[in-house]
């Protein structure tokens, strides 16, 4: 352990949408509980629910240090079997308590009650430094650390703390074993979906997506891209693609009129797994009775527990020659070019635009 260190930190301060980002330097000391580790930020990347509380579409605890998708390395650690300082790791987004009933009984750690999300805290909260716009990350002791493996690179890794192992947990929900699924959404978490559905030999993947641009990449990951903007191209899908209908069907675009037509494009007994509509304009549109007269099952999937996040870090390295992951994310902005990283972002030329505070 680091005694006494002061640590040079760089951190961005989010105020709230539509005020500047503060930069700051600072001189500081982080004295350790334990089972706490100190980690410096090799790479983290813009989430897409960062840039709805950037734009204000979700409400954060401000002053926060925003960013919660990143890699790291160990600088200092307290009393945590396993880990040690040069350690490359990444972390579960939550921590957690251990003891209420989602933590023991339920299997749903990520709803504990005592739930701590990093890149969602006040400053004020501990050291304050719970966010991975920042130098260092203050990491506690209910909080699921994993060790990346060296071949895997830092662009790789970045996303697999959110968005990777978010679909872990989705694709574990399928009960069926399915012959055909439709994604609906080709952004960071249909593409990582289609690449798992692949892995576990699913045959026929189709990526419903209205950005063309996407479909190479979609191909790349072993799935079908649908061009989901032309209603005629969709209606042809409808009748001639799907057949008798898709097995199962993920909703990761976060639309809601997305809803009617999953449902049309399930077989009887199919499987709906809902991802991307983790906001208030989420109606579903659909009734009861298309739900139970087609013996619908339908499962809602927030975040992941921690045994998705070490699975998510096994299935980049058994697939890291297999699917183009390093593709997916821009080459790393400087930290204090916070602002130009999140402009870049926006446009979605990248699956995910990434910074190095270590720059
Ligand atoms: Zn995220
Ligand atoms: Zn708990």
Same mark, same amino acid.
């Given at each position: 352990?680091?005694?006494?260190?002061?640590?040079?930190?760089?951190?961005?301060?989010?105020?709230?949408?539509?005020?500047?980002?503060?930069? #700051?330097?600072?001189?500081?000391?982080?004295?350790?509980?334990?089972?706490?580790?100190?980690?410096? %930020?090799? /790479?983290?990347?813009?989430?897409?629910?960062?840039?709805?509380?950037?734009?204000?579409?979700?409400?954060?605890?401000?002053? @926060?240090?925003?960013?919660?998708?990143?890699?790291?390395?160990?600088?200092?650690?307290?009393?945590?079997?396993?880990?040690?300082?040069?350690?490359?790791?990444?972390?579960?987004?939550?921590?957690?308590?251990?003891? @209420?009933?989602?933590?023991?009984?339920?299997?749903?750690?990520?709803?504990?009650?005592?739930?701590?999300?990093?890149?969602?805290?006040?400053?004020? +909260?501990?050291?304050?430094?719970?966010?991975?716009?920042?130098?260092? %990350?203050?990491?506690?002791?209910?909080?699921?650390?994993?060790?990346?493996?060296?071949?895997?690179?830092?662009?790789?890794?970045?996303?697999?703390?959110?968005?990777?192992?978010? /679909?872990?947990?989705?694709?574990?929900?399928?009960?069926? +074993?399915?012959?055909?699924?439709?994604?609906?959404?080709?952004?960071?978490?249909?593409?990582?979906?289609?690449?798992?559905? +692949?892995?576990?030999?699913?045959?026929?993947?189709?990526?419903?997506?209205?950005?063309?641009?996407?479909?190479?990449?979609?191909?790349?990951?072993?799935?079908?891209?649908?061009?989901?903007?032309?209603?005629?191209?969709?209606?042809?899908?409808?009748?001639?693609?799907?057949?008798?209908?898709?097995?199962?069907?993920?909703?990761?675009?976060?639309?809601?009129?997305?809803?009617?037509?999953? /449902?049309?494009?399930?077989?009887?007994?199919?499987?709906?797994?809902?991802?991307?509509?983790?906001?208030?304009?989420?109606?579903?549109?659909?009734?009861?009775?298309?739900? %139970?007269?087609?013996? %619908?099952?339908?499962?809602?999937?927030?975040?992941?527990?921690?045994?998705?996040?070490?699975?998510?870090?096994?299935?980049?390295?058994?697939?890291?020659?297999?699917?183009?992951?390093? #593709?997916?994310?821009?080459?790393?902005?400087?930290? #204090?070019?916070?602002? #130009?990283?999140?402009?870049?972002? +926006?446009?979605?030329?990248?699956?995910?635009?990434?910074?190095?505070?270590?720059?």
């Amino acid at each position: 352990m680091v005694k006494d260190k002061f640590l040079d930190m760089e951190f961005q301060v989010f105020h709230g949408a539509g005020m500047p980002f503060d930069f #700051e330097r600072k001189e500081l000391k982080i004295k350790l509980n334990a089972g706490e580790a100190l980690v410096k %930020i090799v /790479m983290a990347t813009i989430c897409g629910s960062d840039l709805h509380t950037i734009e204000g579409k979700r409400k954060e605890d401000v002053p @926060c240090i925003l960013g919660h998708e990143a890699v790291g390395e160990i600088i200092d650690i307290k009393d945590r079997l396993g880990f040690a300082i040069g350690d490359r790791v990444t972390w579960s987004i939550a921590d957690t308590c251990g003891k @209420c009933p989602c933590c023991t009984e339920y299997g749903l750690p990520q709803k504990c009650d005592q739930l701590f999300k990093y890149g969602h805290a006040s400053i004020h +909260k501990g050291s304050g430094f719970n966010g991975c716009y920042s130098s260092i %990350i203050h990491i506690r002791r209910g909080t699921h650390l994993v060790k990346v493996p060296k071949a895997l690179s830092d662009s790789m890794v970045a996303p697999a703390n959110c968005a990777l192992a978010t /679909m872990v947990n989705a694709v574990s929900q399928i009960k069926i +074993k399915p012959n055909k699924v439709v994604v609906q959404g080709g952004g960071l978490l249909g593409i990582y979906a289609c690449g798992l559905l +692949k892995e576990m030999g699913v045959p026929l993947v189709f990526c419903l997506e209205i950005n063309t641009d996407r479909f190479d990449v979609i191909r790349r990951f072993g799935a079908i891209p649908v061009d989901a903007g032309d209603p005629q191209n969709v209606k042809t899908f409808v009748k001639d693609g799907i057949g008798p209908g898709a097995d199962v069907v993920f909703e990761v675009a976060g639309v809601k009129e997305l809803i009617p037509q999953g /449902m049309d494009l399930l077989r009887a007994g199919g499987e709906y797994v809902l991802v991307g509509l983790v906001h208030p304009d989420s109606e579903l549109g659909i009734t009861g009775e298309q739900i %139970i007269r087609k013996c %619908i099952g339908i499962k809602g999937v927030h975040n992941y527990a921690p045994w998705h996040l070490d699975e998510a870090v096994a299935f980049l390295e058994r697939n890291q020659w297999r699917f183009p992951f390093e #593709e997916l994310v821009s080459p790393p902005y400087k930290l #204090e070019n916070l602002v #130009e990283a999140v402009a870049e972002a +926006k446009k979605q030329h990248w699956f995910r635009v990434s910074l190095n505070p270590q720059l």
